[in-house]
């Protein structure tokens, strides 16, 4: 039997739920992509706008983009000589709020906790983390 989906659909209905759960909120993972949606939930901006409000280079500003554009988080629409970024779904921004509800109510547990802030700076995850047993092994 052929299925009328498009193969893109397909696609996310044969992979594991959690695991595109999980894909989705990778997206959500780096600081400055956060602070990209943020800005963005505010009203659509150019590239220029949002170079000017995180104060970061060009590229690094065009490349977080071309990642929320590909996952399907942001959208650009031609203006003029400018392509203006929005988010694609309103939802986005209320994930935003939720997250940033949840982190008031728990900011130290997030900020202290030994396996998601586990790496240095050096990007070296401290031994005591590497090898993780389960009770009884």
Do not use: K
Not at 17 to 38: C, H, K, M, N
Not at 107 to 128: F, H, M, Y
């Amino acid at each position: 039997m052929t299925s009328n989906l498009p193969a893109a659909a397909r696609r996310a209905d044969e992979l594991d739920r959690p695991e595109v759960l999980a894909t989705f909120f990778q997206g959500l993972s780096d600081p400055t992509r956060v602070r990209i949606l943020e800005l963005l939930a505010e009203r659509p901006r150019t590239v220029t706008d949002l170079v000017e409000a995180t104060g970061l280079a060009q590229g690094r500003v065009s490349s977080h983009l071309s990642c929320l554009r590909w996952c399907g988080y942001v959208e650009a629409r031609v203006e003029g000589r400018y392509n203006r970024y929005r988010l694609v779904d309103e939802r986005v921004r209320e994930i935003l709020r939720l997250g940033e509800a949840i982190v008031r109510d728990n900011a130290d547990r997030l900020t202290s906790c030994l396996v998601l802030g586990s790496e240095t700076s050096a990007g070296v995850v401290p031994s005591q983390h590497v090898a993780v047993r389960s009770p009884g092994t």
